[in-house]
């Protein structure tokens, strides 16, 4: 039954009750499954969510059917897994993990949606050691709550069904079900009819497509999706040909072990399409060209349309950006240069965009600022006053100014003109980071509208586009840089703000830069009781104070969070990743299994270790040392090995304004080449199967090393 139902829309389920989802929303499109939970700071579990399909017969149609954290998309990409984010308050750590599902897109075949969770926490832990667990449905065109349903009862299970959505007249309905499996994920998946791998609990797979699929027909394989945005360059062109992508593959086993392995840099699909053939002295042909671009006002014009354009004719581009702003999963109309009135002055704006789902009519207007264009507050004023008078629901300002998730839109407007109009910002780098997640994960459907998205990519990658990369610290940078080296800085000085506020925004500009080459959402590590104005002023403050400016970056598959640290009176940036050493063997075989992973990275890396017990490193050597005499990071004291850092450092760029060597683009490199030399190699180390441990034996610590390399 249903306990409560808040503020009319949002459901608070109790086991065994169900809902008819559209009572909690009149236009559902798609939702977001949010999978909840909580764990003591110094002690995360790590839990998942999981989705099965299921046919009129209750189990899956095909072994793609499930979908989960070694197949992240299903149903053609109807559902797909968007990837976790965690945060710190006070004595937990709090954990979220979402997919999302866009119901009107899910095949007929399909009867019931399973949504399940599933517990990685060894030492025979289950889901009752966690604070709270918890799912939640969130309507996506407006992340509105429909409904909430949080497990009480939990205890040893590692793995639970949380709820279904299913079909009934017609109709979604959801269904709270709490029915928890003390086997795992396996057991809970196998009840469904998927096959699992009978050896899960060995040794790993040797690559990463072994690790989604064990054994396929090859007479009729067909690389989906999730697999494809593993595979390497050739591969991948032939892996999806247009004429196939509606086929069935058929995988035989499929393997709940994790594939822990950071992503590869070098296999980056978005990279090859944004330098291009460099050796070709002929210019190819383009669909969206830059010649003949004049001045400011053909730029804009120009980036506006072809913008526009594409939001309109591919599906999954213009859901992406539409739906974040409130719109329905609808069909997209755009237009350009609409002439309204305000009074009796006249107004064009930039552009247009209308969203239809059925009865409901979704429209924006659009400003768009290309190059050094910046946005005035009184005419965004004058646009929300257009808005309201039409009756339209949002206005939306494109520009090269980067804000972050937790900023208000970067242009101070009156408060009481967006009570009925919403105003929301776009930077030309997060479309460009849109763009590049669609590419390299093979998210679109349709052959030719790939081909459209790849050509307007190719476009916001040319520097006549206006679509600029982040590479000015701003008018203030040498001044405050200069203060800093001669230690005259002072918390007063008029250019300590805005430095600060701009090498935040440079945050934000590397999670979209690194994770649109991977394609994967990297996020910033961000407090979340600490907003953008706060976390701003402690960078100030830690400028004056040591001289450097920080930043921690969390991405997929890695085994730690990436740190950067620019060092602005050393004249050093150095990144780095921090994550656990192995818990079995002695010290001595730890730094054997680190250096082994680094295999032939450069030797200046440095090494530091992290003792039981310690904040501080207790030994810190560069890795062609170690390599030689591993017992250099062995500090013979009786506290156990707990931490692993390896940094890279590199110089600081001093040239001012835009291009190679400056501060930026120095920051930039250091990032990929700490990544590709270091991140990517690392894995995360696993207890072996036979659980033994202080060997001093190498090969006790062997795969503790997981995924692909």
Request: glycine letters at 10%; proline letters at 4%.
């Amino acid at each position: 039954m249903v306990l409560a139902m808040c503020a009319a829309t949002v459901a608070a389920m109790r086991k065994g009750g169900n809902v008819t989802l559209s009572a909690l929303a009149d236009e559902l499109g798609s939702v977001s499954v949010i999978l909840e939970w909580a764990t003591e700071k110094d002690h995360p579990l790590d839990a998942d969510v999981s989705v099965l399909l299921l046919g009129d017969d209750g189990k899956v149609r095909s072994n793609d059917d499930l979908v989960f954290y070694n197949q992240p998309a299903g149903a053609g990409g109807a559902v797909r897994l968007r990837g976790k984010t965690s945060s710190v308050e006070d004595r937990v750590t709090t954990f979220t993990d979402v997919v999302e599902i866009d119901m009107d897109d899910v095949p007929d075949s399909v009867d019931r949606i399973i949504l399940a969770a599933s517990l990685d926490g060894g030492d025979g832990l289950g889901f009752g050691c966690l604070e709270y667990l918890r799912v939640r449905l969130l309507r996506g065109s407006d992340a509105t709550e429909l409904l909430r349903f949080d497990v009480t009862d939990a205890s040893i299970e590692t793995a639970f069904v949380l709820g279904e959505v299913y079909r009934r007249i017609g109709q979604w309905k959801f269904r709270a079900i709490g029915q928890g499996y003390a086997m795992g994920l396996s057991a809970l998946v196998t009840d469904y009819g998927v096959e699992v791998d009978p050896e899960d609990g060995g040794s790993e797979p040797e690559s990463a497509v072994e690790a989604l699929v064990s054994v396929v027909d090859e007479a009729t394989e067909d690389v989906t999706v999730a697999a494809a945005a593993s595979l390497g360059p050739a591969q991948q062109r032939t892996a999806r040909p247009a004429q196939t992508r509606g086929k069935e593959r058929r995988a035989q086993t499929v393997t709940t072990r994790k594939r822990r392995s950071a992503k590869r840099l070098s296999a980056s699909k978005v990279r090859r399409v944004e330098l291009g053939d460099v050796t070709e002295s002929w210019q190819p042909a383009r669909l969206f060209p830059v010649a003949g671009i004049g001045g400011a006002g053909e730029q804009e014009r120009r980036a506006t349309s072809a913008l526009l354009a594409v939001l309109g004719s591919v599906r999954e581009f213009g859901r992406t950006i539409t739906t974040r702003f409130g719109a329905p999963a609808g069909q997209i109309e755009t237009f350009i240069e609409v002439p309204f009135s305000l009074g009796d002055e006249p107004y064009r704006p930039d552009g247009l965009i209308r969203v239809t789902r059925g009865q409901r009519v979704w429209t924006a207007l659009v400003e768009v600022k290309t190059g050094a264009g910046e946005l005035r507050a009184e005419q965004v004023e004058a646009y929300l006053d257009i808005a309201r008078e039409q009756r339209f629901d949002a206005v939306i300002t494109i520009s090269n100014l980067i804000t972050a998730a937790d900023e208000r839109h970067p242009v101070s407007v009156d408060g009481r003109k967006t009570k009925k109009v919403s105003v929301g910002h776009l930077s030309w780098a997060e479309i460009r980071f849109r763009c590049q997640m669609l590419i390299e994960n093979s998210a679109v459907a349709d052959g030719t509208q790939e081909y459209l998205l790849t050509e307007f990519l190719r476009y916001l990658a040319h520097p006549r586009s206006g679509a600029e990369r982040f590479d000015d610290m701003g008018p203030h940078w040498v001044q405050v840089r200069d203060s800093v080296a001669l230690g005259t800085l002072r918390p007063t000085d008029r250019g300590l703000f805005p430095v600060a506020e701009r090498f935040d925004q440079l945050a934000h500009y590397l999670c979209l830069h690194l994770g649109g080459l991977l394609g994967l959402e990297v996020l910033p590590q961000l407090n979340r009781r600490v907003d953008a104005a706060q976390r701003r002023q402690a960078l100030a403050e830690e400028l004056c104070r040591t001289g450097t400016l920080s930043a921690t970056l969390r991405v997929p598959g890695a085994v730690g969070p990436v740190s950067i640290i620019t060092d602005l009176r050393a004249g050093r940036v150095a990144c780095s990743v921090t994550f656990d050493a192995p818990r079995q063997g002695r010290p001595l075989t730890r730094v054997r299994w680190l250096a082994r992973q680094l295999g032939d990275a450069n030797g200046n890396l440095r090494i530091e270790t992290f003792e039981q017990g310690s904040r501080e490193a207790v030994r810190a050597e560069l890795l062609a040392l170690v390599r030689q005499k591993p017992d250099v990071l062995v500090s013979g004291s009786e506290n156990e090995l707990r931490a692993f850092r390896v940094s890279l450092s590199a110089p600081l760029g001093t040239k001012r304004g835009a291009g190679k060597g400056t501060f930026v683009t120095s920051v930039v490199d250091a990032l990929e080449k700490c990544y590709e030399e270091v991140v990517q190699n690392l894995r995360e180390w696993r207890e072996s199967a036979d659980g033994s441990s202080g060997s001093d034996d190498a090969a006790k610590v062997t795969g503790t090393a997981t995924g692909n390399g």
